[in-house]
C-alpha cells in the first residue's frame, strides 16, 4: 500500500471513530437532553428579501439550548430569528444553526438560543442538565 493510500485508510478509520463514538465521549455529547416534543411555534425572522416575516411552525425536539423545528420559511445558517411560544406570550432570540431540506414544502431548522432558556418550552420535568448557569 501506498503512504498516500494509508494516510486515506487511516483517516476513513479515524472518521469512522468519529461516528461510532459513545455517549461518554465529548465528541457525541450534548451540552442539554433532547426531548421529542411537537408543539406550534411562532417563528419571526427576514425573508430572503431582508423583510420581517411571522411563520407557525412545529418543534420536532428541543433541549435548553434550542431545537429542531419544521417550517416553510426558507432561512439560512447565522440568521436570526425570535421564537415566540403561543402559549405563555415567551419571546426568546435564537440562531440558525443547520437547515435541511425536509422535502417539497418544508425545511428542517436547528436553531440555537443566544442564551439557555430550559423554561421556554412546556416540559415539566426537565432533565437535571437543563439548568441554566448562573451569572
Do not use: Y
Not at 455517549?23 to 423583510?51: F, G
Not at 423554561?119 to 426537565?126: E, G, L, M, Q, R
Amino acid at each position: 500500500m501506498t503512504s498516500m493510500r494509508k494516510v486515506f485508510a487511516r483517516l476513513r478509520t479515524r472518521s469512522l471513530e468519529k461516528s461510532l463514538a459513545t455517549p461518554d465521549d465529548p465528541i457525541n455529547r450534548r451540552r442539554s437532553e433532547r426531548v421529542m416534543l411537537q408543539m406550534r411555534i411562532t417563528v419571526i425572522a427576514e425573508d430572503t428579501a431582508h423583510k420581517p416575516r411571522q411563520e407557525e411552525a412545529l418543534t420536532l425536539i428541543v433541549n435548553a439550548h434550542g431545537g429542531l423545528l419544521k417550517m416553510k420559511m426558507d432561512v439560512h445558517v447565522g440568521q436570526p430569528m425570535r421564537l415566540v411560544n403561543p402559549q405563555n406570550k415567551v419571546e426568546q432570540t435564537c440562531r440558525v444553526v443547520r437547515v435541511d431540506d425536509a422535502g417539497t414544502e418544508f425545511f428542517s431548522v436547528a436553531f440555537e438560543f443566544d442564551q439557555p432558556n430550559p423554561k421556554f418550552w412546556p416540559v415539566v420535568f426537565p432533565p437535571t442538565d437543563w439548568e441554566a448557569p448562573r451569572p
